[in-house]
């Protein structure tokens, strides 16, 4: 048998439970740090102020992460509608503000079907996405002015839990590259008086549910 191929890491695939505040490559160092592994990668990023499924995969098994990146993802949250901050999301201070007193049922329902099926998006400025070889987070931090160009996404289904205004409850179900935030901004902009999002809980990727995942604290006892 040969010596080296005894070595070969098989891979392993972890759902985790990522925590608030932790940025999704903070959870990637540490099993990376605390399982001693040599190759490691998440299967699709989540915003420090998201809870919710990571994927992570190890050894051979990364080899699956654009398998997972690709599936459809489904999402719990809260927006809050008459208040707009840079990021879309409590990242940033609030901005703006407007009344939204006014907004009806009917209007709240006419923006999520304006937001459903096939539509074009543009990602946040505050995000990974990049622009001439640099992450747009950067240069929005550094106060630089930039454009980001619409892509397509699908919203499988946008989904009214609860409503208590200036609070919108929902549940999406979207493909892959589809950002919360920004239908958080569009969301706000159908209704005229602006929104973000305030809290979001990834809660399936695919067939892998958050139900069945650990927090860092279940994985990390030995």
Request: charged share 30%; aromatic share 8%.
């Given at each position: ?14 759902l ?8 999704s490559f903070?959870?990637v160092?540490?099993?990376r ?11 699709g ?45 409590l990242?940033?201070d609030v ?25 074009l ?5 505050y ?10 987070y ?6 630089e ?9 699908h ?7 609860d ?21 958080a ?38």
């Open positions: 048998m040969d010596s080296n191929a005894a070595t070969v890491d098989p891979g392993k695939i972890w985790v439970d990522k925590p608030l505040r932790w940025t903070d959870v160092k540490k099993l740090y605390h399982f001693k592994l040599k190759k490691i990668g998440h299967a990023t989540l915003d420090p102020l998201a809870t919710g499924l990571l994927i992570l995969c190890s050894g051979k098994k990364t080899k699956e992460i654009d398998t997972y990146q690709g599936m459809e993802k489904e999402y719990t949250g809260v927006f809050k509608v008459g208040q707009t901050t840079p990021s879309f999301d990242e940033t901005d703006s503000e407007k009344d939204y007193h006014h907004i009806t049922l009917e209007r709240i329902q006419g923006a999520v079907s304006e937001l459903s099926g096939e539509i998006q543009i990602p946040p400025i995000s990974a996405v990049k622009v001439g070889g640099k992450r747009a950067k240069s929005a931090r550094a106060g002015s930039i454009e980001l160009k619409p892509k397509p996404v919203v499988k289904k946008f989904e009214l839990t409503i208590k205004l200036p609070e919108v409850y929902f549940r999406i179900v979207c493909s892959k590259g589809t950002y919360i935030r920004s239908l901004r569009d969301f706000g902009q159908s209704l005229g008086v602006g929104a973000h999002l305030t809290a979001l809980r990834r809660k399936r990727i695919g067939n892998f549910h958050v139900d069945d995942a650990k927090t860092l604290e279940e994985l990390l006892v030995k």
